[in-house]
């Protein structure tokens, strides 16, 4: 039992809760930085770093931490990882990526995964179990933005990861590389999940129901001032 715990929060941040597919947070970064494979990944990487730290240390300091002040608290905790990884990405990271990201680093302090996953989970769960979690929603935020990524670059100019696939391909199909053309293969690909989802649950001769576990109705932020 405590295996399949365990096992289940890192799994579910990849397929039952993915934080794009299914909870559709963090849409900003997705849409803007997957108009190629390189970026999607980078954006992921970055995200998952700063969900690992803000998860464990939040799980540290909750039960310390007064109720009225604990999304400030949150804030400025997830606030010091991310100014870690904008400065590691500017020393070591390629210019051209870190330039692609550009304001998107610094704008996931304000990232919906990151802070629902500190109120939503590592507040109220111990620091192992937190550090899964930020895993497995990191995991499953890189592998989204990497395949929309990969699918996007191809559709566009016929290259994954800028290795050119098709030599012959010489004029970029532009729809797919801007935010319409991200839209319509979000919808695609969430209609496909969508479909999968309902297969399973008429196999299983249940109800698919979304999870609920990162809703407005469980999470709390913006109701600071009624606690």
Not at 61 to 66: D, L, M
């Amino acid at each position: 039992m405590m295996k399949n715990g365990v096992f289940n929060d890192f799994a579910k941040g990849i397929w039952k809760e993915n934080p794009v597919l299914v909870l559709l947070l963090g849409t900003c970064p997705t849409l803007a930085l997957t108009s190629s494979a390189v970026n999607g990944f980078g954006m992921g990487i970055a995200t998952t770093c700063v969900l690992l730290g803000s998860n464990f240390v939040i799980s540290l300091i909750a039960s310390i931490t007064p109720k009225k002040i604990r999304i400030p608290v949150y804030i400025v905790v997830i606030a010091a990882f991310v100014t870690v990884v904008d400065l590691l990405l500017q020393a070591y990271a390629p210019a051209a990526l870190y330039e692609a990201l550009g304001i998107f680093i610094p704008l996931i302090v304000v990232n919906c995964i990151v802070l629902g996953r500190a109120e939503a989970f590592a507040s109220k769960n111990s620091p192992f179990r937190s550090i899964l979690d930020g895993l497995g929603m990191g995991v499953g935020f890189t592998l989204t933005l990497s395949m929309l990524g990969v699918i996007r670059e191809f559709l566009t100019c016929g290259a994954v990861f800028g290795i050119k696939l098709i030599p012959g391909w010489t004029t970029d199909f532009l729809l797919p590389g801007a935010a319409p053309g991200a839209f319509v293969i979000v919808g695609c690909i969430l209609a496909v999940k969508n479909y999968f989802n309902r297969r399973a649950a008429i196999r299983n001769h249940t109800l698919y129901v979304p999870p609920r576990g990162l809703n407005c109705r469980n999470c709390g932020i913006c109701r600071i001032s009624d606690d």
